[in-house]
């Protein structure tokens, strides 16, 4: 486990360079899943939990580490609906989306170092139901990378948590539909979620799977006069994708003429500190932690309205 914690000690290095560190770990069976190491802040062994009554059935219960009352989750539980069998197993602490978690699994593998253009979306087919953000290959075996910022989202969803007080308190702009804005975000839930935030402002959209298919939808635009780019208001990225990651993304926008005056707003559920050096070391113009929809919707709006003075 020291081994483990020295590695995420050290994972910013990895950061603006497309690179990224994955934790393996196991849930019922032999099938490895990952979890990026940014968004880990320590792997512990499972300490002993206390029920809540009303509690969403994949929370296991609540643990006091580290100063803090945090929920322990079902991992097997919430995406494949088997709870883990057996005792003991691990928990992996994480801080996403500004709240801390933990994340229970019967076992941690180890951390493998990864390049984002290995780490390729899931297939096609699969379904919208599935909660595999990206897939990679490790010694030979596919690793299925989760999306938690799903399995959050279903959480909080279900305990009366949701953002829809905050969307009807959005403002729509008649000044709004003639900007796009590019969304770059691998979840789904994500996507739908900054979507909704933009429809409510009114604002149009080009949406974006990872940040190579970005980058992509923008250099076409620059070799099309009609495309949106001349309306384009700012690009809204997330960092963590499969094949290229936010920042390697606003790096190259930054290298390319045609576009590197571009707006890039780094959205993302990686809430550490260690953030805002590495934006301004990509050259992004502002960094927004996931997800608060005022908060995305007041960037946005400033925006235009710095646009039509």
């Known amino acids: 486990m020291s081994n483990i914690m020295h590695s995420v000690d050290q994972r910013t290095q990895l950061a603006g360079r497309n690179l990224m560190e994955l934790l393996l770990f196991r849930l019922n069976g032999s099938q490895r899943f990952g979890i990026n190491v940014f968004k880990v802040r320590e792997v512990i062994n499972t300490p002993k939990l206390v029920k809540m ?3 969403h059935p994949v929370v296991r219960g609540i643990a006091h580490i580290r100063g803090k009352t945090i929920s322990v989750i079902d991992l097997s539980l919430a995406t494949t609906g088997v709870p883990l069998r057996g005792e003991g197993g691990s928990v992996i602490i994480t801080e ?12 941690v593998d180890r951390i493998v170092n990864m390049n984002w253009k290995d780490v390729l979306p ?8 599935s909660y595999v953000t990206a897939v990679a290959k490790v010694d030979g075996e596919m690793v299925q990378i989760i999306d ?6 279903e959480v909080n969803r279900a305990g009366g948590v ?9 403002e729509t702009r008649d000044d709004a539909a003639k900007h796009h804005v590019l969304v770059v975000d691998d979840s789904v839930v994500a996507r739908n979620q900054i979507k909704r935030t ?4 009114g604002v149009e959209m080009t949406l974006a799977k990872d940040g190579e298919e970005g980058l ?3 250099k076409q635009w620059s070799e099309q006069p009609e495309s949106p780019l001349a309306r384009l208001l700012l690009v809204i990225s997330d960092i963590e994708m499969p094949r290229m990651d936010g920042y390697t993304l606003t790096s190259n926008i930054r290298q390319d003429e045609r576009l590197q005056r571009i707006y890039v707003l780094l959205h993302t559920s990686l809430s550490g500190v260690f953030n805002q050096d590495l934006v301004q070391r990509v050259g992004a113009n502002d960094f927004l932690a996931k997800f608060h929809p005022t908060e995305l ?5 400033a925006l235009i309205e710095k646009k039509s003075r």
């Open 122 to 129: 899931p297939p096609s087919g699969a379904s919208g139901s």
């Open 216 to 218: 992509q939808i923008l």
């Open 162 to 170: 949701t953002d829809a007080k905050a969307e009807e308190a959005i």
């Open 198 to 201: 933009l429809d409510k402002i």
């Open 96 to 107: 996403y989306n500004r709240s801390v978690q933990g994340f229970l699994v019967s076992g």
């Open 148 to 153: 938690v910022e799903k399995v959050l989202f």
């Open 297 to 301: 919707a007041d960037r946005v709006v």
């Open 53 to 55: 009554p009303k509690a």
